[in-house]
């Protein structure tokens, strides 16, 4: 587990609520990369999806697309709280060559990355900053997840 985020929201909220909430936050969310069929449910109020990020920069005096990292997302519900888990989150590579796909989020320097002092250097410097990117971005995705729609019900 790497990011990890418990939730908790009205003790009147079921997790059946809860479950069709984030259910629909997902979607909007996720508009541009998920599709229903992304989003498995698990059963027990459980929630995964496979999930891609956002394109990330990388800039050596000249922004370079980065690449992105996808991730899997978990979401457990339970009345009146909801436990987010964000874990197995790998690189994907983009414009630049030496920087491999399947880097895992957790490593300081990349291992699988062709190795020459220039691009290590610079590389290293980028691959600090492209983490941050990704931190931030899954911030903003933690916010938009745990909104409360008063309009969501389990009632008909």
């Known amino acids: 587990t790497y990011f990890q985020y418990i939730a908790v929201f009205d003790s009147a909220m079921t997790k059946g609520t809860l479950f069709d909430m984030f259910n629909l936050n997902l979607m909007n969310t996720y508009k541009s990369t998920l599709v229903p069929s992304d989003i498995k449910d698990e059963g027990d109020s459980k929630l995964f999806a496979r999930c891609k990020g956002s394109k990330l920069v990388y800039d050596n005096g000249i922004k370079k697309?980065?690449?992105?990292?996808?991730?899997?997302?978990?979401?457990?519900?339970?009345?009146g709280k909801a436990k987010i888990v964000i874990n197995a989150i790998n690189y994907n590579s983009g414009e630049m060559v030496h920087m491999k796909s399947g880097t895992n989020f957790t490593l300081e320097e990349p291992d699988n990355w062709t190795k020459s002092f220039i691009w290590n250097k610079q590389s290293k410097k980028e691959w600090g900053k492209m983490k941050v990117q990704f931190r931030n971005e899954i911030n903003s995705i933690l916010k938009k997840l745990i909104k409360v729609d008063k309009t969501i019900s389990s009632d008909f």
């Open 65 to 79: 697309d980065g690449g992105y990292f996808s991730y899997n997302l978990n979401i457990i519900c339970k009345d």
